[in-house]
């Protein structure tokens, strides 16, 4: 059975939620091993504040990186079917033929590093047309009174239905944008994504799909 994606418990878990919000996206609940979900845990928010507090500037990128080699090497070791690759700079991009555009019609999962007022994970699932479907761990709802105007925006929609897959359909345009506004990656030298594929349900690049599962 698969699990529901879960939302972050503070301000600053981000990115040990998204990532195992990959796992579970991937794999059954009966697949996942305590290993996995230790040492996502152990390894994230790693980043200091400008105070020196650990954990209260989130996860840096090079955790975000060990964890996808970690994962690799995990996989390997114990015949899971995990794979992941670590993307930065340039590479992190959303057009036709892609990486992390061809992730998402073979099947796969990316957290993505993008903005929502400050640095911040989600989990890509699933491509339509000009729009990605992506779960955002930052809980909100959206007939809030107080809900931010950015939310209201054309390029964003609330996905209230889809507790394993989705909660936010947003514009590529948007996302691909070189600016820090709600749910835009950024100046490319800032960018980062780790794609997560289980190999089992992998789709190979002759049988993808382009919509949302």
Request: proline share 4%; net charge negative.
């Given at each position: 059975?698969?699990?529901?994606?879960?939302?972050?418990?503070?301000?600053?878990d981000c990115g040990p939620v998204s990532l195992t919000n990959a796992i579970r996206y991937l794999f059954e609940?009966?697949?996942?091993?305590?290993?996995?979900?230790?040492?996502?845990?152990?390894?994230?928010?790693?980043?200091?504040?400008?105070?020196?507090?650990?954990g209260k500037r989130g996860t840096s990128a090079s955790a975000m990186m060990f964890l996808s080699n970690w994962?690799?090497?995990?996989?390997?070791?114990?015949?899971?079917?995990?794979?992941?690759?670590?993307?930065?700079?340039?590479?992190?991009?959303?057009?036709?033929?892609?990486?992390?555009?061809?992730?998402?019609?073979?099947?796969?999962?990316?957290?993505?590093?993008?903005?929502?007022?400050?640095?911040?994970?989600?989990?890509?699932?699933?491509?339509?047309?000009?729009?990605?479907?992506?779960?955002?761990?930052?809980?909100?709802?959206?007939?809030?009174?107080?809900?931010?105007?950015?939310?209201?925006?054309?390029?964003?929609?609330?996905?209230?239905?889809?507790?394993?897959?989705?909660?936010?359909?947003?514009?590529?345009?948007?996302?691909?944008?070189?600016?820090?506004?709600?749910?835009?990656?950024?100046?490319?030298?800032?960018?980062?994504?780790?794609?997560?594929?289980?190999?089992?349900?992998?789709?190979?690049?002759?049988?993808?799909?382009?919509?949302?599962?």
């Open positions: 059975m698969k699990n529901l994606l879960n939302y972050q418990s503070s301000e600053y609940r009966e697949m996942i091993y305590p290993d996995i979900i230790k040492y996502i845990m152990l390894y994230c928010l790693d980043s200091y504040n400008e105070e020196g507090e650990v994962l690799n090497q995990f996989g390997q070791m114990k015949n899971f079917p995990i794979s992941c690759e670590f993307l930065s700079g340039e590479e992190v991009y959303l057009a036709q033929n892609s990486k992390i555009i061809g992730a998402l019609q073979q099947g796969g999962a990316v957290v993505l590093r993008l903005f929502l007022d400050v640095g911040h994970y989600v989990l890509l699932t699933g491509v339509k047309e000009e729009k990605v479907y992506l779960f955002d761990p930052y809980y909100e709802e959206p007939d809030d009174p107080n809900l931010d105007k950015e939310y209201l925006s054309g390029d964003i929609t609330f996905i209230t239905d889809q507790p394993k897959y989705a909660n936010r359909a947003v514009s590529i345009q948007r996302l691909n944008r070189l600016t820090e506004g709600y749910y835009e990656m950024g100046p490319y030298d800032i960018r980062e994504a780790v794609i997560l594929y289980n190999r089992d349900t992998r789709l190979s690049p002759e049988r993808t799909i382009d919509y949302f599962i």
